[in-house]
């Protein structure tokens, strides 16, 4: 299994990423999907789950503001994020939810002024 996010970076606060996910060894809509996120000296905490039936649940701190998405036709899934704030600053991850025990490297997200 490899679950690989991508698309991270530098942004200024109230600005907006999407990010990507590719997975491989198994089929990613055949299981309920997460973004996850990782600030320095924090646990992992989960931001946004994509059931199989398609619903959303979002953490309150994204909820309004982040977007899951994903894509029936492959086995990729995105996170669009807008209003981005400094707090949202953190290695964000792909997984199944619940999470495999297995985790890609992750993508940096760093918003500042």
């Known amino acids: 299994v490899q679950l690989q996010a991508s698309g991270g970076g530098f942004v200024q606060p109230g600005g907006s990423l999407r990010l990507s996910c590719v997975v491989s060894?198994?089929?990613?809509?055949?299981?309920?999907m997460a973004w996850y996120r990782q600030a320095p000296g924090n646990q992992r905490e989960l931001v946004a789950v994509?059931?199989?039936?398609?619903?959303?649940n979002y953490a309150d701190s994204v909820k309004g503001r982040f977007i899951i998405a994903r894509d029936f036709t492959d086995n990729t899934m995105d996170l669009y994020m807008n209003s981005l704030k400094p707090e949202d600053t953190a290695v964000y991850y792909c997984?199944?939810?619940?999470?495999?025990?297995?985790w890609g490297q992750g993508t940096l997200v760093t918003v500042s002024s």
């Open positions: 994509v059931e199989t039936s398609g619903q959303k």
């Open positions: 060894g198994f089929t990613l809509p055949f299981y309920p």
């Open positions: 997984n199944r939810h619940p999470a495999l025990t297995v």
